[in-house]
């Protein structure tokens, strides 16, 4: 009897020793915050052995809350980092990472608002637009995990219309599928995409013709109507890494390869209008036809984003946008200021 009691008293002591306390975060309404394990709770006060300062009396009259913490990377320098959906998001484009039932955001941009929301543990859909409404466009993400936790899959799509502007004429697509490897902290994002966008003003010649008369020029209204879309691949490469416990260094970056027809109008003098005697108006040869045009356009990123609170952030990008049309480079800057909420 004692040997078996003996055996029981060792199994319990080793099984508590291995036991590893968990970790918390204690916020206090003053916005003070502890990382630790909680030592003792006697109802009035707690008794917190936190990370960075050692063990602290806390009054349960000063603490807004106090949550659990999964795993240890969320702890940095005594200090809890967040992991909420804003992780999900760098400047323009997303992750392959998912937007966690009732952790919707929105994004206030210099240009625009946005808003997403997640309808399943693995779909979310989103609206973007400018402050006057218009164009309109639906995201919409699909997230593939796997069995490593570091790397997952996405699919989605983002449709536009031109909205109000161009009476709802124009529209556009663009069809991208995600790889992300890394956590919610520290990550990189590989995606792929084609666009195709049709603009709704009728400003191409898309009737070709060849015709001679005793007119200089003609009207080329009968000839002009909608463009073909303008169309091409796209890639991006964009990346998150915390570098404190409120900041995170971001990186985003586009380029796309578009291709597109446009009409040109050109009119040759078969002979010379003559103003002797009798007039002769000459005459002329008029030709409208297709021609292909390439251009190129490359987005660079990078920016800071500071998170002090659960529920709000900011980041900024100094961005640039490159675009080779016709075999000449413009240089545009392009800075961005982006004010994160979750709702």
Not at 78 to 95: C, L, M, S
Not at 200 to 208: T, Y
Request: include cysteine.
């Amino acid at each position: 009897m004692k040997i078996l009691f003996l055996f029981l008293f060792i199994t319990i002591s080793i099984t508590t020793l291995g036991q590893e306390k968990s970790l918390f975060a204690v916020k206090l309404f003053n916005g003070n915050e502890y990382v630790g394990t909680i030592e003792k709770d006697d109802g009035r006060e707690i008794f917190v052995m936190t990370q960075s300062i050692g063990g602290i009396y806390l009054l349960k009259a000063d603490i807004l809350s106090i949550k659990p913490i999964n795993g240890e990377t969320q702890v940095v320098q005594g200090e809890i980092r967040d992991t909420g959906p804003f992780t999900t998001r760098y400047a323009f484009t997303t992750n392959a990472l998912s937007i966690k039932k009732g952790e919707n955001y929105a994004m206030l941009n210099l240009y625009g608002p946005e808003i997403h929301m997640a309808v399943s543990h693995r779909l979310s859909v989103g609206l973007m637009s400018t402050w006057i409404g218009s164009p309109l466009v639906l995201a919409l993400k699909y997230t593939i995990p796997t069995n490593r936790p570091n790397l997952n899959f996405s699919i989605g799509n983002l449709t536009a219309t031109s909205g109000y502007l161009q009476s709802f004429r124009g529209f556009g697509n663009l069809a991208f599928a995600n790889m992300t490897i890394g956590d919610r902290l520290n990550n990189v994002t590989v995606a792929a995409g084609y666009f195709a966008y049709r603009g709704g003003g009728k400003d191409n010649l898309i009737r070709p013709a060849t015709f001679e008369n005793t007119e200089s020029y003609i009207d080329l209204g009968p000839y002009q109507g909608l463009p073909k879309p303008v169309h091409g691949p796209m890639l991006s490469l964009g990346g998150i890494a915390r570098i404190g416990s409120k900041a995170s260094f971001v990186f985003d970056s586009m380029v796309g390869f578009f291709e597109h027809e446009y009409g040109e109008y050109t009119t040759t003098v078969l002979q010379e209008p003559s103003y002797f005697e009798l007039y002769d108006p000459g005459e002329y040869r008029h030709e409208i036809s297709i021609k292909q045009s390439h251009s190129t356009f490359l987005f660079i990123m990078p920016g800071m984003r500071f998170q002090r609170e659960e529920r709000k952030a900011f980041q900024f990008c100094l961005a640039g946008l490159v675009v080779k049309d016709g075999g000449e480079f413009v240089s545009i800057p392009f800075p961005m200021c982006t004010w994160f909420s979750r709702f």
